[in-house]
Nanobody, 115 residues
Framework: QVQLVESGGGLVQPGGSLRVSCAAS????????MGWYRQAPGKQREWVAD???????NYADSVKARFTISRDNAKNTVYLQMNSLKPEDTAVYYC?????????WGQGTQVTVSS
């Protein structure tokens, strides 16, 4: 079983930056894939980015070149650095892990982009 806890959300201005974190209860090098999803009110949850054990990353087109997913294996933590934020990035951001064929989710952290 994997427990995921997000942190770092908040209110930022358009064009600003924010880094959200996801702390995992398991050593993340043993987790097949970790990533971030987001969900805005009235919308479906959408995939944002992921990173696998080898460090390979993938991004949704909407965030590519603006967001960077990274990991710190020693801290069992995955990060999402968000730059050049836009109002449409406003959502609850959820950490996700794929482990032994199962899906695990954090509780989410709110990111609001507004002036």
């Amino acid at each position: 079983q994997v427990q995921l806890v997000e942190s770092g959300g908040g209110l930022v201005q358009p064009g600003g930056s924010l880094r959200v974190s996801c702390a995992a209860s398991a050593t993340i090098f043993r987790i097949n894939s970790m990533g971030w999803y987001r969900q805005a009110p009235g919308k479906q949850r959408e995939w944002v980015a992921d990173i696998n054990r080898g460090g390979n990353t993938n991004y949704a087109d909407s965030v590519k070149a603006r967001f960077t997913i990274s990991r710190d294996n020693a801290k069992n933590t995955v990060y999402l650095q968000m730059n050049s934020l836009k109002p449409e990035d406003t959502a609850v951001y959820y950490c996700h892990a794929l482990y032994l064929g199962g899906d695990y989710w954090g509780q989410g952290t709110q990111v609001t982009v507004s002036s």
